[in-house]
């Protein structure tokens, strides 16, 4: 039993290696954004929800850590979920909504670069609601003041797939593989901007 679940996995992780290949140009996008974004010294925002939180941080820790090239600017980066007390303080003051467009609110310049990650984009509701509303409502503040925007979502994309500049949309109806996959091309293009950066 388990071995057909393992083999139908890894099945269904081909398939959506396949069906990124459409993904390609988004992905080269997204790659021109952020080194444009690294030579212009802009600041990068990182931030999700729930699993999504997770690999927030861990692109931000790739994109200032794993990109380093000594003799080389380096990119300035923030996740807007890592620091606990004041997601708390302003979902206890202001809600839920409010806890990232609150923080680019005080740091947000033009040219600076948001990058949301969602499951779902946005789509659907659960017992709290409306789903993401607060990974929404940054991007469209981000958008009005200057800001390059990029989501990462899966399913069929939802509102974030829309509303940002540019997305990569995982093809998979399925919360575990978006979220593996979000890492992995998280992995795949601080890789490339290092070899980049290496380049100059």
């Not at 003799?71 to 980066?77: A, L, N, T, V, W």
């Not at 947000?108 to 779902?120: E, F, K, R, T």
């Amino acid at each position: 039993m388990n071995e057909e679940r393992i083999r139908t996995y890894f099945s269904e992780m081909k398939d959506i290696v396949d069906g990124l290949d459409e993904d390609v140009d988004n992905i080269n996008q997204i790659i021109d954004i952020l080194f444009e974004a690294w030579k212009k010294n802009k600041q990068v925002f990182i931030f999700g929800n729930g699993g999504s939180a997770s690999t927030a941080s861990h692109f931000l820790c790739d994109l200032v850590k794993g990109t380093v090239v000594e003799g080389k600017p380096r990119f300035k980066g923030y996740c807007l979920n890592d620091n606990i007390p004041l997601v708390s303080a302003l979902t206890n003051d202001n809600g839920w909504d409010s806890i990232y467009i609150e923080q680019l609110k005080q740091a947000l310049n033009p040219g600076d670069v948001v990058i949301a990650i969602s499951v779902h984009g946005g789509s659907g509701a659960d017992k709290a609601g409306v789903w993401s509303q607060n990974i929404l409502k940054a991007v469209d503040f981000a958008k009005k003041r200057g800001a390059k925007t990029i989501g990462f979502v899966g399913f069929d994309g939802g509102a974030l797939a829309k509303l940002a500049d540019v997305s990569v949309v995982v093809p998979a109806n399925s919360t575990p593989h978006t979220e593996s996959f979000h890492v992995a091309l998280e992995h795949m293009i601080c890789d490339i901007l290092k070899n980049r950066i290496m380049g100059l």
